[in-house]
């Protein structure tokens, strides 16, 4: 398994940004696809983003699209997720995972590999 570690999380006022970013070690980072996931209190882990081996196809949900961005660098084994016009529902535990499957999935089940979690919180 890939192993990863995320850095970038935070606090920050309602509209600003943040960048997270999580390095990866331990395989061949572009045999993976990489997503980012998120963890509210009280609430199931949810997909954000994902991006395919290349990087050339991404995916968000529904509450982040045209918000955030998602991006990865094969030659440094990084992924990193920006985020902006943040919103105090954005508040979470956010998750870098590895997906060793063939198919580009954003399903929680597709990925086997995870980092420990950053916190992000947005104030109103």
């Known amino acids: 398994q890939v192993q990863l570690v995320e850095s970038g999380g935070g606090l920050v006022q309602a509209g600003g940004s943040l960048r997270l970013s999580c390095a990866a070690s331990?395989?061949?980072?572009?045999?993976?696809?990489m997503g980012w996931f998120r963890q509210a209190p009280g609430k199931e882990r949810e997909s954000v983003a994902v991006?395919?081996?290349?990087?050339?196809?991404?995916r968000y949900s529904d509450s982040v699209k045209g918000r955030f961005t998602i991006s990865r660098d094969n030659a440094k084994n990084t992924v990193s997720l920006q985020m902006n016009s943040l919103k105090p529902e954005d508040t979470a535990v956010y998750y870098c995972?590895?997906?060793?499957?063939?198919?580009?999935?954003?399903?929680?089940?597709?990925?086997?590999?995870w980092g420990q979690g950053a916190q992000v919180t947005v104030s109103s």
């Open positions: 995972a590895a997906s060793s499957s063939v198919v580009f999935s954003s399903r929680l089940d597709a990925f086997g590999s």
């Open positions: 331990g395989r061949t980072f572009s045999d993976y696809v």
């Open positions: 991006i395919n081996w290349s990087g050339d196809l991404t």
